[in-house]
């Protein structure tokens, strides 16, 4: 069928149809497939993208490219000033910051309760001891300030709230679960840590949207220290920002060889994704799919019938070509390549726009759902393996309705008979 | 060179059979301009469509040098038009995407000949019926007149065995007409074998042999050589 005669004449009549034909319905069709091309790559990059913005922003602003933290069986990590020593040793170490963790609860009606029937504004949180500087410099953490100021080193009682332990922000009331009322930057709230009580006075509120940081109480770590009395300097995590372009599974090796592992858990960023992120990844890509095959067959349909009509319609011409000794296979391939041509043009476009207008501009500007901010995810690979899906549908749609065309006998189609 | 035994043609209408050519037992000699000429409904088309292989006899042969065409199949029948036959629509039959030059070069493209030389021959069958100046004109841009004469040398470019024409002046003014019928002429005297449908008494008188068909039958077969 495909003989390199019959390719050379199906080109020879596509390329003077597609000249010749009305440059309006050209540009339709294209459209039709450069939207097409979108909706197969962006609806799923998008949807990916929007699991991986959460992923990004967890590495980003919470893991860092390697973590390390308590074992399970451990309340912190053991011979931490001598880890630290190891981590800011290693060359390929950009950044590191040390983290104290220890539960509690802050009250924040605790000035005006005027009897012990009143029921106290508390929340339970995560108490988080940082270097400011440091914590700043691995996790950008200050960017987040939605209200007052963020924590310098010299910091005296003074705490960052997350904005999902204060109602303003996360306006909910279940059983089990509340929010501080009342809450803005100059207020004083009351926190306690296995019963060491202590009023500090709220510096700023930290918003992100990630949950370790939103759900946290920061303060100074040498304040932190002296609530629980952790005075030998054993942190609970270590989140380490690797130089750009380094591998943190070679890092993470590194630290276990170290021995850091019979103290600690070491893990890279995607270790310490838990596994239901990784399926709802794989989730969204199906769903992603899914919606795409639906925008596939859309387009089809389109070329299928835009053939069609453009077949029927030349039903003569296609006679007068049979008539007049061109193979038939010529004549289909002739509009194999127009579909081809179609698909093409839709695709190119479609490319450009993806990789030079809209994954740039959603970079810069991250869709803002609420859980994440969304990027787009379209790897090479993917684009490619989707150019050639939609390619290869848009050529079958093509050929069957030339094919239902062409085989008409030659004289009816010459004299329009049916 | 044709030899046509008893062919016949119908048509089937739901339960109706049409039998359009009753028959017809026919012989072409190499070099004849042979008119076909009759009423409506008497079968011209459908006999010069037998002939050219543009459509399937119900019954009866077609031997073109001495070769059964029943024997070959839709390709070879498709490849046997391209190289062997040419034709001369009423309606020009013009591919209207494709300029006069591309239009007659087609078919030698087909023939697998190298673009400049199919150009350059399509070039050549154009300046034979007069259009050297009109190549590179659309079909929508050339006269009726010059549109068959564009049908014509698509229809010779190849030098065809036996050029068939279905009525090439019905839809032509006087003078266009006279100048398809010298065309006709000069390739007559050059060789080619020529099968006409013509309506047109006039037009008749340029080919050396007439057959008159009546209901599906041949009633005359007239030289017209002195």
Known sequence: ??????????????????????????????????????????????????????????????????????????????????????????????????????????????????????????????????????????????????????????????????????????????????????????????????????????????????????????????????????????????????????????????????????????????????????????????????????????????????????????????????????????IEISYILQSFFYAFCGSVIGIVVLYFVLQPFIATHPIDFPFSDGILVAPVSGTLFRIGLLMITTIIAGFIPARLIVRKNTLDSILGRN | MIEVKNLKKSFKDGESITEVLKGINFVVKSGEFIAIMGRSGAGKSTFLYQMSLLDEPTEGDIFIDKKNMNLLTVDEKTYFRLSQLGYVFQDYALLPEMNALENVALPLLMQDMSEEKAYKEATEALIKVGLEKRLHNLPSQLSGGEQQRVSIARAIAHEPQILFADEPTANLDNESSRIIMDIFKELHSGGQTIIMITHEVEYSKFAERIIHLDDGRITKDQSMKK
């Open chain 1, 1 to 330: 069928m495909f003989s390199l005669l019959n390719i050379r004449i199906g080109f020879f009549l596509a390329k003077r149809q597609i000249r010749r034909s009305n440059i309006w319905t050209t540009v339709l069709i294209i459209f039709v497939m450069f939207f097409t091309f979108l909706n197969l790559v962006v609806v799923t990059g998008i949807l990916v993208g929007l699991i991986q913005g959460a992923i990004d922003a967890v590495r980003t602003h919470y893991t860092s490219d390697v973590i390390i933290s308590t074992l399970n069986n451990k309340t912190y990590i053991e011979n931490s000033p001598e880890i630290m020593s190891v981590v800011n040793l290693l060359p390929e170490v950009q950044s590191v910051t040390a983290r104290y963790l220890e539960g509690g609860t802050i009250e924040a009606n605790y000035k005006t309760r005027t009897n012990d029937k009143e029921k106290p504004n508390t929340a339970v949180a995560s108490m988080t001891g940082i270097d400011p500087v440091a914590e700043n410099n691995v996790t950008d953490l200050s960017r987040f300030i939605v209200e007052g100021e963020y924590l310098n080193s010299q910091d005296y009682d003074q705490v960052l709230l997350g904005a999902y332990l204060v109602e303003k922000y996360l306006p909910i009331d279940s059983p089990g679960f509340s929010t501080l009322r009342n809450i803005a930057p100059g207020v004083k709230i009351r926190m306690n840590v296995h019963g060491v009580e202590r009023e500090v006075t709220v510096k700023g509120i930290i918003k992100a949207k990630v949950d370790e940081i939103s759900m946290r109480v920061f303060m100074v770590d040498s304040q932190l220290r002296s609530i629980i009395g952790r005075n030998d300097y054993n942190v609970d995590e270590i989140a380490i920002k690797l130089k750009p372009g380094v591998n943190p599974s070679i890092i993470r090796d590194i630290l276990k060889q170290n021995g850091i592992e019979r103290v600690a858990k070491v893990q890279t960023y995607t270790d310490a994704q838990p596994k239901f992120i990784k399926d709802m990844v794989d989730t969204f890509a199906l769903l992603g799919n899914m919606l795409s095959s639906i925008g596939l067959v859309v387009a089809s349909i389109t070329i299928f019938i835009v053939i069609f009509i453009n077949a029927i319609t030349r039903r003569k011409f296609i006679g007068i070509l049979k008539g007049i000794g061109i193979n038939k296979r010529a």
